[in-house]
């Protein structure tokens, strides 16, 4: 296709997240929005090496490079208070970064952002000791991931829903004096694997792992202060993984299982307490994986939307460019308005999170994470309609590697099912309007 550009009015930061970000974080969104376009965009094809039988270390190389000038501009500490040493950037900003970004490439929008998943679980916590650990390295100029780890192998979905409080969960805690000892399988967390394949240039190293597991081995005796999240760093003993798993999309991301043999850890690696990891759990580690999912979703189909749009405007029919026909000038104006509406929906669920004297707290099984998994939900059922007129407009030419379009959708589906997926999303806000339970006994 000839490269063809123009410049989209409602493209413009301010008019897109106008009504819930001030003029400083317009400016922070501009910022990172510019440097995406200008330095990402045009090396994606060199981040999806692993895709094409590429070198994985190479992939990585790239990425790594690209993402320096962004943890200098503060991008990885964002979500953590000024106090100790972090921006204090506010929720939907946040969110309106990972949008700009995942227009770009979802893959690097989600390593990015790993450090930031453990990091923003422990700053929810009262832990002291684990919030100095964590700031005192990815509030500096170097670059960290990290992995959170809940899903299972015998249905990670279950340890997903609420209403089973944590219950089926296998990965058992056992306190041992001033220690607990981890056992258990926990498999999918990304960026995952040995500690010294993290520690490249311009990628200082692994901040290690967020596991939820359960404290009680007996699944009749567990309960929500059953549920524990702990810390482990990346090279404790016991802790072994698979082999990378082959995937369909995000192939940047390396998802492996992960296998704690005894793995032993001081008591104060327990993130929250009981309780308090319920909270934790249900309340930022899903919540927040759910609402990133909503908001990289709504970029993506604003990425296949601006191909869409390129495309209509140079190919012709008898002369005249594909969007000056109404048939296709109305499938364009349908493909904003649900673009539109997905982003619309994510920030109201931002914004009731932000009000829980009037939607109540995070964990409540009717609270404001139900409406994170519903604007999910939202975003998906979006970008997937996106992605197929997307393909009718561009016809062959969308169909081919080339123009980047099959890259999008097989990037996409990740955030679509993962945690939980559609149905999930759909029985979550369910309980927003009455209370229901699975019958029987968790196993």
């Given at each position: ?12 930061i301010g008019l897109k997240f106008g009504p819930w970000l001030d003029s400083e974080e317009i400016r922070m969104v501009e910022a990172v929005r510019d440097y995406m376009q200008r330095h990402v965009k045009p090396r994606v094809w060199e981040l999806e090496a ?48 990972a949008e700009e970004m995942a227009r770009v490439d979802m893959a690097f929008t989600l390593l990015s952002g790993k450090a930031a998943w453990v990091s923003g679980t422990i700053f929810a916590s009262q832990n002291e000791l684990l919030k100095r650990m964590i ?239 519903g604007a999910r939900d939202a975003a998906g059922r979006a970008f997937r309609w996106v992605s197929e007129k997307t393909v009718d407009l561009c016809a062959a030419y969308g169909y081919t590697c080339e123009s980047g379009v099959e890259k999008i959708i097989r ?33």
């Open positions: 296709m000839p490269g063809h550009q123009e410049k989209y009015r409602w493209l413009d692993a895709f094409y039988g590429g070198n994985i270390d190479s992939a990585w190389d790239v990425f790594t490079e690209l993402n320096g000038p962004l943890v200098k501009m503060g991008l990885q500490r964002a979500g953590i208070p000024e106090s100790y040493g972090g921006l204090g950037l506010s929720l939907p900003c946040r969110m309106a970064i700031a005192e390295k990815v509030c500096g100029d170097d670059f960290w991931v990290g992995s959170v780890c809940f899903t299972e192998p015998q249905g990670g979905v279950n340890l997903e829903d609420i209403t089973l409080q944590g219950r089926t969960g296998r990965v058992i805690a056992v306190r041992d004096g001033e220690d607990y000892v981890l056992n258990g399988e926990k498999v999918f967390p990304g960026a995952s694997g040995p500690a010294d394949f993290f520690q490249r240039k311009g990628l200082k190293g692994h901040l290690g792992y967020l596991v939820v597991a359960n404290t009680e081995a007996v699944p009749e005796k567990r309960s929500g202060d059953t549920i524990g999240i702990f810390y482990v760093p990346p090279d404790t003993a016991g802790l072994s993984f698979s082999t990378p798993y082959k995937k369909m999309g995000v192939t940047l991301d390396i998802n492996r299982g992960i296998y704690f043999d005894d793995v032993r850890i001081p008591k104060e690696y327990r993130v929250g307490g009981p309780g308090a990891d319920y909270k934790l759990y249900y309340g930022t580690i899903l919540a927040g994986c759910i609402l990133g999912g909503a908001c990289r979703l709504v970029g993506l189909a604003s990425g296949l939307f601006e191909k869409a749009m390129e495309n209509a405007s140079v190919r012709e029919i008898e002369g005249r460019p594909l969007r000056e026909y109404s048939l296709w000038a109305a499938i364009l104006g349908e493909m904003a308005e649900r673009i539109m509406s997905a982003r619309a929906t994510y920030m109201y669920a931002v914004y009731a999170i932000q009000h829980p004297d009037i939607y109540g707290n995070m964990w409540d099984s009717d609270g404001p994470r139900n409406l994170c998994s990037d996409a589906q990740i955030a679509i099912i993962s945690p939980g997926g559609a149905q999930r999303d759909k029985l979550d806000m369910a309980l927003m309007y009455y209370p229901r339970n699975w019958s029987g006994k968790a196993k």
